[in-house]
T-cell receptor, first 113, second 111 residues
Framework: EDQVTQSPEALRLQEGESSSLNCSYTVSGLRGLFWYRQDPGKGPEFLFTLYSAGEEKEKERLKATLTKKESFLHITAPKPEDSATYLCAVQAVRGGATNKLIFGTGTLLAVQP | EAQVTQNPRYLITVTGKKLTVTCSQNMNHEYMSWYRQDPGLGLRQIYYSMNVEVTDKGDVPEGYKVSRKEKRNFPLILESPSPNQTSLYFC??????????FGDGTRLSIL
């Protein structure tokens, strides 16, 4: 069964204190791995897509990496505005076209000034 | 502005009273989907549509209906709502295999 597990469930950082969020996955053929940010009262907002092991993508203080079993979202020198829930999702290759995303339960990040 | 619009944003209703949550997108996406988000369970897919008149069940379809008569609209119908359908609902759309764009959610409470 395809599955996504995120850790930790919650993370509290001081402003400027770098850290990483983990997304472990098991899937029958990975088409793509997606990272989203979700603010309270809002829908998930797309951050990155990763397609193959070794791939990396960056946006401001965020950097996403991918291996064959997990992805990391590295946050460098975070600011309070980076506080949000970060969601990881995978899209599997299946027989027949489908666009299904399988989500983890997210990491709630709080960055204190 | 490219967006997915859901209405209503909040609804409190009673068991058995039929309701519809509307979803509209202005990006000409062929794919649309409904999710529910519950604490500790994450986002789970209810129904999806690959194009007009093409819909299929997701992981938790029981108690829900959908229709896709136009490309831009994908309403979610609860014909006889029950308390276990109290949840936060999200509509999403995309081109096939591209990142999905989400609406801002509908918080539904069924008493």
């Amino acid at each position: 069964e395809d599955q996504v597990t995120q850790s930790p469930e919650a993370l509290r950082l001081q402003e400027g204190e770098s850290s990483s969020l983990n997304c472990s996955y098991t899937v029958s053929g990975l088409r793509g791995l997606f990272w989203y940010r979700q603010d309270p009262g809002k829908g998930p907002e797309f951050l990155f897509t990763l397609y193959s092991a070794g791939e990396e993508k960056e946006k401001e203080r965020l950097k996403a990496t991918l291996t064959k079993k997990e992805s990391f979202l590295h946050i460098t020198a975070p600011k309070p505005e980076d506080s949000a829930t970060y969601l990881c999702a995978v899209q599997a290759v299946r027989g027949g076209a489908t666009n299904k995303l399988i989500f983890g339960t997210g990491t709630l990040l709080a960055v204190q000034p | 502005e490219a967006q997915v619009t859901q209405n209503p944003r909040y609804l409190i209703t009673v068991t058995g009273k039929k309701l519809t949550v509307t979803c509209s997108q202005n990006m000409n996406h062929e794919y649309m989907s409904w999710y529910r988000q519950d604490p500790g369970l994450g986002l789970r897919q209810i129904y999806y549509s690959m194009n007009v008149e093409v819909t299929d069940k997701g992981d938790v379809p029981e108690g829900y209906k959908v229709s896709r008569k136009e490309k831009r609209n994908f309403p979610l119908i609860l014909e006889s709502p029950s308390p276990n359908q109290t949840s936060l609902y999200f509509c999403a759309s995309s081109f096939l295999f591209q990142p999905q764009h989400f609406g801002d959610g509908t918080r539904l409470s069924i008493l």
